[in-house]
């Protein structure tokens, strides 16, 4: 499908990323239509190829993990030795003919690589160099790595997460890393733009942290104007009443209702006159008188299936959702009927994976390529690069690809 009409068709991109947020960034461009090109440390490869499976259940499925299938379509594998020179000397040469170079290296790996920003503009004055960091490039953490959890932790979140005087709880899914890996995109789209206008690359930077801060910044606002450090409620929230799960007759749901008139067409759909109360009746009523409603609501609620909440409550316009499981989430038709579910083959097995989340209807994204093996597009992509077959050769048996290529050469 990449002969289609593309946003990103013709952009190139280097992708020296690896585990999430970096390979989450650059999947995003590659269902846009750029060409990513994948490295990754022979042998080994990227470390999410095996991330968080046993042995058994790698061969189950197929020798990769569902957290690789689920961040690198669309994208080809080249597997480079950034500790030879010859492999440094491939990195630069491949860099100089790309758009867009992205890397969540530790502060200063690049530079000591020799393809840090100002080595590859040298050769490539329009280069789009994307940094991917823990803490940032500057301050007094800015040396120390961390991963989705450590940010959690350091940005307050763990601190409102879970159940009031219970140890905190970790958000259960990589929702820093994620939601940092989005920004990324942003930030590159509007350096392209810039581009495209001006001639002009540009360094483009964010982090964990940036990211962590972006999720709470609510929270800090509401600190820096007066004091106020929210502290953990569960599933409730403290910006209204009703906000939280309630029980049902077989699990729970979530009921929204944060103004007034959606706080009547609630009472009335489910019929029960005591929730009618005065003191429930306006939004600072309902803050005032917290625990009280939340239990006379409980009381209506758990006398219910979740079916027949959801049903009530959507057909009048409160906001309502289910308690899923990961799994009935997943198989839920809504997502697949907005196009939120992708499917495609890799070495004859069925995939399925969530789709990036916005449409664009234009210029559709599509999966062209499935996860790639590792390193299986090297030749191919050297070649493309204009690499002459000579050239390759001696790159490989100088350690260029590995030392395992080179023996084998030699």
Known sequence: MRDQKKALKGIKVLDFSRIFAGPAATQVLGDLGADVIKVEEPARGD????LGVTDA???KFGGVSPSFLALNRNKRSITLDLGSPAGRKAALAIAAKCDVVVHNFRLGAMEKFGIGYEHIKALNPGV???EFTSYGKQGPMSHIGAN???LQAHSGLLSVTGEPNRPPV?????AIDLHGSLALVSAILAALFHRERTGEGQIVETSLLMSSAHLLSYFYTEYWMDGTVRKPMGTANHLSVPNQVFPSSDGGVVIIAPNDEMWQRCV????????????FATVLGRLDNRAMLVEALSAVTRTMTSRELVERLGAVKVNVSKVNTVGEAADDPQLAAIGGVLEFEQDGRPIKAVANPFNLFGTPAAVDLPPPDLGAHTDEVLRELGFADAEMTALRE???FGKAQAKKSA
């Open 47 to 50: 470390e999410a190829r095996y």
């Open 57 to 59: 259940e790698l061969q």
């Open 128 to 130: 789009i160099f994307c």
């Open 148 to 150: 989705d959890l450590g």
């Open 170 to 174: 970790r958000v259960g899914t990589a």
């Open 268 to 279: 009335k759909a489910l019929g029960e006159p005591s929730l009618g109360r005065a003191e």
């Open 398 to 400: 100088q350690g260029a």
